[in-house]
């Protein structure tokens, strides 16, 4: 619901699920993005902006295989989606404000949340009403999306109002970041019939499947309502051209986009040296590429809020203590590990909090911070962690009680070429100190389901919530997603040193009910108070070990457009192909 990028396709889990502590949550571990795919150079013509005014992206669907129905991602467009379909509004990160779209303004008062639309029609006329946005949002429930564990109701007040019935007074940061980045991407008229088929049937089989029928409705055609409308699609591309009766249109000075077809990272890599590509919205470039691209390439870096974490199984006899995991972090030297996953756009965190650098700056209690543990490579304290937790050396290796060595197989997916260099990195480390660490790379659908299965012991996979700044949504992917309570078999409540900025005793604690208490508290006072808490008892407990952050990579040729600076505000929204473009930021030389 909230657009294609934070799409969660996850068992939808209620809000009384969650409060009873059981498995819950979502299951986005979006791990990192650099692939191994064939090359395959398109050694097309591309760009040209005084040319034509012709503006080439790229995108990872093959045209004539695409298809337009948002509930089935199979073969869905994304690159597209975000200039044939506006959002409510788009985040801001260098304003950290909401951009409006669709939404011309917003408000939350009390229990409710009231979204006014802008005059604007879909691509074949129609307006954009709230019955639009209804029906969308009525078939996500059924859908599973997690908007829900907040909602009680949505209506349309009138035909550009839409009310959001919240269950009650909620964290206003944390509603607006759910509903606003929405795009509205289902017209009524075609997803109607799928919505009334689904409340009509009785529940059980014959409503399964009449969601199935929804999820598997593979629609030829898009009927956008953005600034860009498809004109044609051939087996290489996709043509679009500006919809004149946008409310952007007359701003907008490139007056035709096109997507080409690209079958990885070498082709896209190949397509920006060449200069055959005018911009991409995120492509990883490794240094060596980098070092190959034509002046006339700019790059455009975006914090992501995430990246690349050492995992454990918190059933394990080893990992699931906590002395282990504090071991482990003392020994692990994670500005080498954030250097060797990617040297120009990563980040080692300094301090383990659960959240990324810029929001524990910005919205964890300096009290509480300046307090926990930075975890800085010293053998002698990771010595004395695990003799404590049992372990002994013998000779050049540790033991546990029963005299076995202590062994790290470390799991990652063999596609993920810079989280395999991240354990590359981990695992001589490891067994420096002692333990026999091993990488075991695992192909992506295989490692999916062995984790579901919690058949692992140690993963190089992710942390936090992927481009999103607020923490709430960092935590609660650590204490509550069904990825780690079901998967990774975290605990529910756990004992911690407390209180936090001063601990003088113990408390047993439960972090994803503070985690749910901070998504229902208006009280700054109090949301910080919660996120001081969240990050303390993340840095003793250490769900996941946070190795790096990472800058996202987004491109632009200047060859033949004016782009405005890195710092002007309209290229703060992700990302400048897509955003800047379509408000005419961007414009032909």
């Not at 011309?104 to 009231?114: A, C, E, L, R």
């Not at 879909?122 to 859908?143: M, S």
């Not at 303390?536 to 990579?553: A, F, G, H, V």
């Amino acid at each position: 619901m909230v657009g294609p990028e934070r799409q969660s396709k996850s068992t939808l889990v209620t809000r009384r699920k969650i409060l009873a502590g059981s498995a819950a949550g979502i299951a986005t571990s979006i791990a990192g993005c650099s692939q191994s795919d064939p090359a395959s150079p398109s050694g097309s013509n591309g760009g040209g902006g005084s040319k034509g005014a012709v503006f080439t992206n790229a995108n990872w669907t093959v045209p004539t295989d695409a298809q337009w129905n948002p509930y089935n991602l199979s073969n869905w467009p994304v690159s597209l989606v975000n200039i044939v379909y506006d959002s409510f509004a788009e985040f801001n990160d260098n304003t950290k404000g909401f951009e409006p779209a669709l939404a011309k303004k917003w408000t939350v008062n009390g229990d409710m949340m009231t979204v006014s639309l802008r005059k604007q029609t879909w691509h074949n006329g129609d307006q954009v009403t709230a019955n639009d946005v209804v029906v969308q949002y009525r078939l996500a429930k059924y859908e599973g999306d997690l908007v829900w564990n907040y909602l009680d109701a949505v209506t349309a007040k009138d035909d550009s109002t839409v009310q959001f019935k919240l269950i009650g007074e909620l964290n206003p940061t944390v509603i607006k970041r759910y509903i606003l980045p929405t795009r509205v991407h289902a017209p009524a008229y075609v997803f109607k019939e799928y919505l009334n088929k689904i409340e009509n049937a009785s529940e059980g089989d014959e409503r399964d499947k009449a969601i199935a029928n929804l999820l598997n409705y593979a629609r030829e055609k898009p009927t956008g309502n953005g600034p860009y409308k498809v004109d044609k699609t051939t087996n290489s591309k996709f043509e679009l051209s500006v919809y004149k009766d946008h409310p952007w249109a007359d701003d907008i000075s490139v007056k035709n986009y096109e997507f080409k077809y690209a079958s990885g990272n070498q082709d896209r890599w190949a397509s920006l040296s060449s200069g055959n590509i005018d911009g991409y919205g995120s492509t990883y470039v490794p240094p060596d590429v980098y070092k190959s691209l034509p002046d006339s390439i700019r790059e455009v870096n975006f914090t992501q809020y995430a990246d690349f974490a050492l995992v454990f199984n918190h059933d394990d006899e080893d990992f699931g203590k906590r002395k282990v995991r504090q071991a482990l972090a003392h020994i692990i030297d994670r500005k080498t590990v954030a250097n060797n996953v990617g040297p120009r756009t990563r980040k080692p965190i300094k301090v383990p909090t659960g959240t990324s650098p810029f929001a524990t700056k910005k919205y964890l209690p300096s009290s509480v911070v300046d307090s926990l543990n930075k975890y800085e490579t010293n053998e002698e304290k990771a010595t004395k962690l695990l003799q404590e937790a049992g372990y002994s050396k013998e000779g050049n290796k540790w033991v546990r009680g029963d005299g076995k060595p202590l062994k790290a197989p470390i799991k990652v997916d063999s596609g993920l070429s810079d989280y395999v260099s991240g354990v590359q990195t981990i695992v001589p480390q490891l067994k420096s100190f002692g333990i026999q660490a091993e990488l075991k790379t695992i192909e992506g659908v295989s490692l999916s389901k062995q984790i579901r299965n919690s058949d692992f012991r140690l993963q190089g996979d992710s942390w936090g919530e992927w481009n999103e700044s607020y923490p709430f949504f960092d935590y609660r992917s650590a204490f509550v997603s069904q990825d780690m309570v079901e998967w990774r078999n975290l605990p529910d409540q756990v004992t911690v040193p407390w209180p936090p900025e001063n601990p003088n005793g113990e408390k047993k604690v439960k972090p994803s009910k503070m985690v749910i208490e901070l998504s229902e508290t208006t009280s700054k006072e109090k949301q910080q108070k919660l996120l001081g808490q969240l990050a303390w008892i993340y840095n003793i407990t250490l769900p996941k070990l946070q190795m790096s952050e990472r800058m996202d990579q987004a491109w632009i040729n200047e060859k033949d457009w004016d782009v405005p600076s890195n710092d002007e505000d309209v290229m703060g929204v992700r990302f400048p192909a897509f955003w800047a473009v379509k408000t005419g930021a961007i414009s032909p030389k």
